[in-house]
């Protein structure tokens, strides 16, 4: 590893950069000092976690002489994403200015995005059979496909009193704005594109949540209709070579146990594939199930260095039925996953 500055030279140039000088406090700077292992940092809004993140990173790039390849840096939208490339690059640019030859890391080199995009760039990298030839749905294609090939989403061609129990029971996702409201009260059921919509939510939720189907089909009821639907509906994505975000994560999280899932996480060459060695997340309260279980296996290698920054208070997705629980568990979860303690 090449260490091309110290940490104090590195924080005396950023406190130099013209109009954006940075200052850190003492709780930040032990964030950005922090040698080893799982590093948890729970903010509130303002208070500069994401600008700790991306100091961070450079901490490591420039003064631990980390090879960018082995460094993913995560957060959950692409704009979001192109701010931390942002920031990593003009900090850089400016350091380099002071010590020059920090010019040499190449920025580009990291991994750095929202974890679905990069699960899908890594998988194609790496020619992962079971995700070749597959085209990736955003969030609207998601919704026209579900609308076009879910049978939940299709009306029944006759009035059914299963239809109504069904979507009576899941009331409070396709009635969630005025007009759904406005069906509801006048005892209607869900039109096609409220039936799409819910219906994405819930397949959604089934894969993100990590949900077991076989015991969904033992409640029977409206849980075994839940089932089938959402079985019929993986199927319809299998038959047109399509991946929704969430099965795109549960294809990641199978590949990362694959002898190729391997190579990415162990590398085979110190330079051209040094595997990864270091995580960093932002907005990590917004994490579910299965993204959790892609980041603890992410950073699985000893000494498990994976960086989480977060504000339990300010979960973007809270109002679709989303939690914190990943975001204020994080202790928990490294200590079960390997036994280790939390800073």
């Keep these: ?43 509130g809004p303002g208070s500069g976690k994401t600008e700790t993140l991306v100091l961070r990173c450079l901490k490591l790039l420039l003064v631990d002489g980390i090879n960018p390849k082995s460094i993913m840096i995560t957060t959950f939208t692409e704009k979001a994403g ?29 991994r750095v995005g929202t974890l679905h995009s990069l699960c899908n760039s890594i998988m194609i990298e790496y020619r ?38 069904f979507w009576n029971y899941f009331s409070y996702i396709w ?9 509801l009260k006048k005892g209607w059921t869900p039109s096609r594109w409220m039936r799409a919509r819910a219906a994405q939510i819930i397949f959604n ?55 190729l899932g391997k190579r990415f996480l162990e590398g085979s060459d110190e330079l ?21 279980a892609i980041y603890l296996k992410l950073a699985n290698r000893e000494p498990h260095n994976i960086c989480v920054v977060g504000d339990d208070d300010q979960a973007l997705y809270r109002f679709r039925g989303g939690t914190v629980e990943c975001m204020i568990n994080f202790h928990n979860a490294c200590q079960r996953q390997w036994g280790v303690k939390v800073r």
């Design 82 to 110: 192109r701010n931390l490339q942002d920031r990593l690059t003009t900090y850089k640019y400016h350091i380099a200015k002071k010590y020059p030859k920090v010019a040499q890391v190449d920025l580009f080199q990291l």
């Design 272 to 292: 051209t594939n040094p595997g990864l060695s270091h995580v960093l997340v932002d907005e990590y309260q917004d994490t579910n199930p299965i993204q959790e």
């Design 205 to 259: 939720r089934i894969v993100e949540d990590l949900l077991d189907l076989q015991m969904m089909e033992s409640r029977r009821g409206v849980w075994k209709t839940l089932a089938e639907g959402y079985k019929q509906y993986r199927k319809s994505l299998e038959d047109n070579y399509r991946v929704d975000f969430a099965h795109m994560q549960e294809r990641f999280l199978k590949f990362l146990d694959t002898p």
């Design 1 to 43: 590893m090449a260490t091309y500055i110290t940490l104090s030279q590195m924080f005396q140039a950023l406190e130099e950069v013209p109009e954006r000088a940075v200052k850190l406090s003492d709780t930040q700077k032990e964030i950005v000092e922090h040698e080893k292992g799982p590093l948890w940092v729970i903010a």
């Design 175 to 183: 009635a969630a704005d005025w007009k759904g409201e406005m069906y």
């Design 128 to 165: 992962y059979p079971a995700y070749r030839d597959y085209t990736p749905l955003d969030d609207l294609e998601q919704l026209l496909f579900t609308y076009f090939h879910s049978d939940l989403a299709k009306p029944p061609r006759q009035f059914s009193h299963e239809d109504e129990e």
